[in-house]
């Protein structure tokens, strides 16, 4: 079923009054609705601004329902043994290998043993990739070997490996600022360091070295690259995720170091300038990289339903990616998603009195190495299937905590935030703005216009063991977990409750928002 | 020459009579110097216990240079500058490698770069063993690898590894225990927790487990042994050290896995215990080593002398070793203790008035897999050569800070101790107490009687890195470097100044003292 625009309206004319005086612009395109349409007087020669929707808000009983659901998740550490289950009995799930279809196994089982309806596998067509082996060593000035591995999509090097002296730059556009020439030959070491923030926006900036800056430097005739691990760990670890060739442009291999070895190869570089010439070419380096593509497998997106009542043909969707990468055991990044999903459904589904919509967890299949299942989701489910979904949220950030609730909702559903933000701010969640992009997996889904609910988790830490060995279940704090899954649960369950039929959100035009959310790959 | 037992007493009957008061039963152990006897009355039927010889005492001069060299320590970064020249110009100095031999060189050049005078390398007979490769994999129920790495002189495996159930036990007692056979067959799982404690006591207790598991594992008939890393680490790195296998019994392959791992490890085993069965024998594994022996190499003690005045050769000894493993960068083991006697060396000889011994550094070779320079040394200057080692002091246990000043000196040298510490109580240095060990390069010199001096470094966090990957510049804190530096500096000058002839330290009989400093190796 589509869901219309309609909107009915609940609220007396002081309410939308108010409503209208503290609308931005941006807001008017809101006008488009029946409703709207409707407000707006037809005897002025100048139409005035169209009268926006009215809001929608939760009944009391709703409220009271969701105040359940919050005491409820409080109680319980079903996410946090869900998690502890998917480390313990699957670990790495990177797409394409053996862990990948054993979490496919364990998601299917877990849905099916924990009552959701309608359990079953979409299938999902992944690149198979093979990391190998990686070596950096500096065989100039110093001789030393250093903690490397392969960026995920780098070809590898020849048996031998790669020598060439090293071009160090801090980003993409120091590089293409240098003589025309400059890295010509070299390895081009990217030495940009990602600020630690709470919102993850430091991995945003710094990544483009990662996932851009192979075909750039590519283009520029190096023959390799290695950059400094785009994360914040201070361990000698290094972190790895995914480039993106460009067709246009050479493919050269990537790696990445740790931090502290990129400290320790900055500092040879430092002592080893020549005057007047570009920093690095004294250092030279060899890097071998055994990684190799295979030809691409099947995975799978697995889905569940827990039903709703009168209005079980909308759907409130819940995801996470049930793939993580191959180096750690894919616990923050991202079986905390998938324990989250799971545990908010259940919750939320569980409550007094019962969600009118359906809540459907979707657990993604390779979202670090192509977002493949994300992909795959809207065509599988075709036109009729999007429309039926009232709202989309996804958790993939790590453990938490939710620090700030944020949204991508047509305006008339702000106020439901805004009152479920009331049942969660005890447990120190900030209310966001209505311009999130949710995140990578739900991007499909967004720009097909499904409403999106944002609990954004805290990633202070997260970027510590992002994309790295350290992906353990030791890194998760089990009280920001149940806290995660708690905010998570109030809100599915609110907006599957609350009074439709829910309009598709639409780009406000004069004021377009910038993305607030960083990357996930 | 060698050094005489008679003491010059500088003090009056006083306050020697206030000392036999405050001494203790073992304390009589020094009545056998000159000076106690004389002290002795000879008209009682029943020998009186023979008075103690009277505490030497800095003068008012001495202990003036003893602030200057306090306070002039406070302001110099030496010991971190040549950590960091150690750091990025050699790295891994493991024993036998192109970085042990990167290693001398580069202490031989430093050496006399800083002014020191016979500076000269002494050959040492090293091991040879090289790391390999290494991989623990979970075989069932759920099948997984593990982050570990061969512990050092294990043999290899074959080359398509070794298959068995394993065997989880906490420690050597518990393995012993349990019923005979249960370990035939098996690869044992050492899974004790190191403590984290301040002295680093904690690593002495959990370290059986690797020196001495193998072969009383190998002696139950076991095939392969895998033990929770011997460290306080909860990343996902593996710590290795050394193992020790005895003559008599099967030399069977070992690994540590990371602590994380191990947690893992012992989940699966938690869940599936077979009733009545010893815990673990559902869980199968496969360890692979390619660890191998090679032929036994020469390296090298470096040797270099800051010259004294009048008692220019008795010698106050500071030592640190130059080896390190493989794995890390080896700057907190031990390119801390390096810096430290160097820079300590030097602000020690440089102050005023000038120190009356010779301050010799020693960076001895091979501590870390089997004390090749240490045992070395003693054989090497001969008995005279060690008869002049006045005092001896040791860092060995990171950059610190000094938290405790702690000795092993003839007890009329404690009221020097005490003075010193005076100087450097303002540092947050405790006192300690006269029964300290030293380090372990200091084990045959103790044994041989050289008084030992011991500022006991703060081993809080150096577990956390200690022989593992992460042994990088930037886990260094250059303020406690500094402190640390001070205090050896101040309490080498202090033994380097004072009157002698200083006797040898004997055994108290009494009251034997117990060991306090962890084994480190």
């Known amino acids: 079923m589509t869901i219309h625009l309609p909107v009915r309206g609940r609220l007396g004319l002081a309410f939308a009054a108010a409503c209208i005086a503290s609308l931005s612009l941006s807001d008017t395109t809101f006008a488009q609705t029946p409703a709207a349409q409707t407000a707006a007087p037809s005897t002025t020669a100048v139409p005035a601004p169209p009268a926006p929707p009215p809001p929608v ?3 009391r009983e709703a409220l009271a329902g969701a105040i359940g659901v919050r005491e409820q998740a409080l109680k319980s550490d079903e996410s946090y043994q869900l998690l502890e289950s ?3 009995e699957v670990g790495q799930r990177f797409a394409g290998t053996a862990g990948d279809k054993a979490g496919v196994e364990w998601a299917v ?3 099916r043993d924990l009552g959701f309806t309608n359990v079953h596998t979409q299938e999902v067509i992944v690149p198979r990739w093979i990391r190998g082996e990686a070596s950096f060593d500096v065989l100039a000035p110093y001789p030393m070997s250093m903690v490397t591995t392969a960026i995920g999509g780098s070809i590898g090097t020849p048996d031998e490996g790669l020598d060439a002296p090293i071009v160090m730059v801090q980003d993409i556009a120091a590089l293409q600022a240098l003589p025309e020439g ?3 030959g070299k390895i081009v070491f990217f030495n940009g360091r990602m600020e630690r923030t709470r919102d993850g926006s430091g991995y945003g900036k710094a990544v483009r070295a990662r996932t851009e800056g192979p075909s750039i430097a590519g283009s520029l005739g190096a023959v390799g690259v290695v950059i400094r691990s785009v994360g914040t760990s201070k ?3 290094a972190h790895t995720g995914t480039l993106s060739y460009n067709v246009s442009s050479p493919r050269i291999p990537a790696v990445s170091i740790s931090n502290p070895d990129a400290d320790l190869l900055e500092r040879q570089v430092a002592q080893t300038r020549p005057e007047g010439k570009a920093a690095g070419q004294a250092v030279k380096v060899r890097m071998r990289v055994t990684a190799r593509d295979l030809p691409q497998v099947r995975s799978a997106n697995v889905i569940g339903d827990l039903p709703g009542t009168d209005l079980a043909n909308e759907i409130v969707l819940i995801c996470g990616h049930l793939d993580s990468w191959d180096t750690g055991h894919g616990v923050q990044d991202d079986g905390a998603g998938v324990a989250i999903a799971i ?3 259940r919750l939320a589904a569980s409550a007094n009195p019962k969600p009118r919509r359906t809540i459907r967890v979707v657990l993604f299949a390779n979202e670090e190495f192509g977002l493949s299942g994300a992909g795959r989701y809207p065509v599988a ?4 299937g999007v429309a039926n979904h009232a709202f989309a949220m996804e958790a993939d950030l790590g453990d938490g905590p939710v620090w700030k609730l944020s949204a991508r909702v047509p305006q008339q559903y702000w106020p439901t935030i805004e009152q479920v933000h009331r049942v969660v701010r005890s447990l120190e969640v900030e209310l966001g703005d209505n311009t999130s992009n949710g995140g990578a997996d739900l991007g499909p889904l967004r720009r097909l216009g499904v409403p999106i609910l944002s609990p954004q988790l805290d990633a202070t830490t997260y970027f510590d063991i992002h994309h790295t060995v350290n992906d353990t279940l030791d890194q998760v704090d089990p009280a920001h977990l149940r806290q995660s899954t708690t905010v998570f649960a109030v809100t599915a369950y609110a ?7 829910v309009p598709r959100y639409e780009e406000p035009q004069a004021a377009p928002t910038t993305p607030r959310a960083p990357p996930e790959r």
Chains 1, 2 share one sequence.
């Open 57 to 59: 808000l939760l009944s």
């Open 86 to 88: 998917l480390t313990t």
């Open 381 to 384: 489910i075709g036109d009729e």
């Open 495 to 501: 907006v599957a409750i609350v009074d439709g039929p």
């Open 182 to 184: 400059t890295a010509r």
């Open 343 to 345: 545990a908010a459904a």
């Open 235 to 237: 361990n000698r670890i």
């Open 109 to 111: 089982k877990t849905l």
